[in-house]
């Protein structure tokens, strides 16, 4: 079966520039780990803001993708707590909030390895269609 997705820039597999985030389920959270690099800073040693709110956008839709529902972004809000620094692994983490009909809000963060969160999320989902067979 062929896989879905993979030129996605945030997980796909084959996208040589992607930030090929890898996911797993811990309780009612969705987690990636991810490490910018000098590549993804904006000002010297602080990661782009744009990119973490792509970070924050793949964790938020992507969850609802391993629940088995295609869902994609209507709102993203994002907020900056403080400099995200490049060159240290960051901790991604997705969870849902509510869901109505194919309305799905959910919240996510940006973490350093000490816990502090240097990025929080909010988004709205619409789910498009069962993956499910």
Request: proline share 5%; hydrophobic share 40%.
């Amino acid at each position: 079966m062929k896989e879905r997705n993979e030129w996605c820039f945030a997980c796909g597999k084959l996208n040589p520039i992607g930030l090929k985030m890898q996911f797993s389920e811990e309780g009612e959270k969705y987690i990636a780990h991810f490490t910018p690099g000098p590549e993804h800073q904006g000002y010297d040693g602080i990661m782009h803001g744009g990119l973490i709110g792509t970070l924050l956008d793949e964790i938020m839709a992507r969850y609802p993708y391993a629940k088995g529902l295609n869902a994609v972004t209507a709102r993203l809000e994002v907020r900056y707590r403080q400099p995200t620094p490049i060159g240290q692994t960051l901790t991604v983490a997705g969870w849902m909030v509510e869901r109505r009909g194919r309305r799905i809000e959910m919240a996510g963060s940006v973490a350093l390895a000490d816990g502090t969160v240097t990025a929080e999320g909010k988004a709205t989902v619409m789910v498009v269609e069962e993956v499910r067979p």
